[in-house]
């Protein structure tokens, strides 16, 4: 049985990985067995993920997926081992151990994969299993990680320096367009940053001031959704352009009148009400310099998580709006899928004393 091609298939769904327990005890023989070296990182990384991948899967195989979809381009980013949804990594010697997580930001919620039955598999799902390999080329110990153990016990990867990007799968876009839109509430911006009395912006005030409250995205949604739906933008113009045509028309939906000059760009588009505006009429938007996938303080009060986008779903040959997708940032990744222009990697320096300490077993998420 080929268990590495079974491996590249997907389970049919979340409950079918094994749990942690399950992979201590089957990953527990491998434990004292040789690991030839070649010297060749990449080589004896790929060894080390096919030894993980045969084992496992001669124990027990998940059932497969009939129906998924794998979404970042090219599977950038998407563990190879996707059957038990597993990154293997090998370590070998020094004082730290360095890892090295690429494209996609380890403890981020980002839809890697949608299984059919409304599931999603995300970045922060991934389990990584790490196996120190000593000077004699024994499998000396195996650890087991989730990305947020990771980040809580070692501290946050590395944030990378290149432009991001959303995709919204057309699956997901025709589903959001069926319901006319997408509304997710605030969630973590405190009560008295919300301005509940009043459903417009009150007083002389441009977009780029800075908020002392702003709309809860509730009332943002009864000001604008339905009249933003089967609007027109000018399809003869750029992303941009169209970009700051829907900025304009969602201001004044808003009650803005200061507008004179006031679409210059900046993050967020309409600062006073902490409101990105984005176009989408293929499945990759550009989220530019800041994107929620990783948290950046943005004032005191609103980071790149609590920002609150609008997207407007149009259609490409007449500019048509289809569908508004209304949420804080840190609900995009639940949804839809962050990817970059280029290749990037996370990283996370882990102490080798770490790996030292579980000489003989496999643990998960030790104490």
Partial sequence: MDYIKLGKIPPNSKGELSNPEQLVENLQSLIGQKFPLTGKPRTDGSNFRKMITNHLLSKYIPKEAVEYEIVPPKQKGVPSFLREYIDTYLVTSGVNYNLQVWNRNPNGASVQVNLKNGETLLASDVRFVLGKINEDEIIESIVIMTPEYIENRFGKFGKPTVKQQLIISNKKREEIINKHGMIVADTDISVDLLDTENSMVVGDVSIKDEPEKVLPIETIHQQITKKLLGEKLDISLSTKQRGQQLERMVAYQLG????????????????????????????????????????????????????????????????????????????????????????????????????????????????
Avoid: W
């Fill in 256 to 367: 803005y009148k200061k507008l004179q000059g006031g679409l210059e760009g900046g993050y967020p588009d309409i600062r006073n009400q902490m409101l990105e505006i984005k176009v989408q009429d293929s499945p990759t938007i550009d989220l530019g310099r800041y994107s929620p996938q990783f948290e950046e303080e943005i004032n005191e009060d609103f980071t790149t998580r609590t920002i609150r986008y609008l997207i407007a779903l149009t259609d490409a040959l007449n500019g048509k709006i289809d569908g508004v997708v209304l949420c804080p940032g840190d609900e995009l990744g639940k949804h839809f899928t962050y990817v970059a222009e280029k290749s990037f990697k996370c990283q996370r320096s882990i102490p080798m004393n770490f790996f030292e300490e579980y000489k003989g077993q496999v643990v998960y998420n030790p104490n």
